[in-house]
């Protein structure tokens, strides 16, 4: 057993317990990775940022009963995140008809800054998609669904030490392209 599985299973436990503490760092943790799943799924980042509120509510009251079954709380963030976003899509699509007054208020969306997530986004994905194969299931295993590096070797038929240097190696290419993105 890792680190990391006993990480996300004593902070489920405690926060489930009460421990704001906890709950705050399975939020910090989890977060971002909640956030671009909504964005994917709703595709409006007020309508995510909402999702990402909804689903670390429903966290909040349903951690005291969950069982953590994987390494990661992250897959079961996950499906709660899909739900809250379907309700959301519903209820966006029930409301339609509100749309169009909200055309003319004036926006405050910084457009510049999307275009700027956006490109460090695709910066990302260019390089993790430039990434050998083994690199990128690693990648996929340990930064996008949360596994812990021995979780992830013994799900890949690698060593321990194998993870943790590749995924280094992955995190700083990954890094760099991100600066790369990034204005003076």
Known sequence: MTDDVIDDRTLVARAGAGSEGAFRTLYRSYARAVYWIALGLVGDAADAEDVVQETFVVAWRRLPKLQL???SLLPWLA??????????????????????????????????????DATTVRAILDTVSGLAEIDREIFRLCAAEGYGYQAAAEKLGVSHGTVRNRLSRIRTRVRAAALETETP
Request: charged share 30%; glycine share 8%; net charge positive.
């Open 69 to 71: 079954e994987g390494p």
């Open 79 to 116: 499906t709660v995140c899909r739900l809250q976003a379907s309700n959301r899509l519903r209820a966006r699509r029930r409301h339609g008809s509100h749309d169009a007054l909200d055309e003319g208020l004036p926006s405050t969306v910084d457009v510049e800054r999307q275009v700027i």
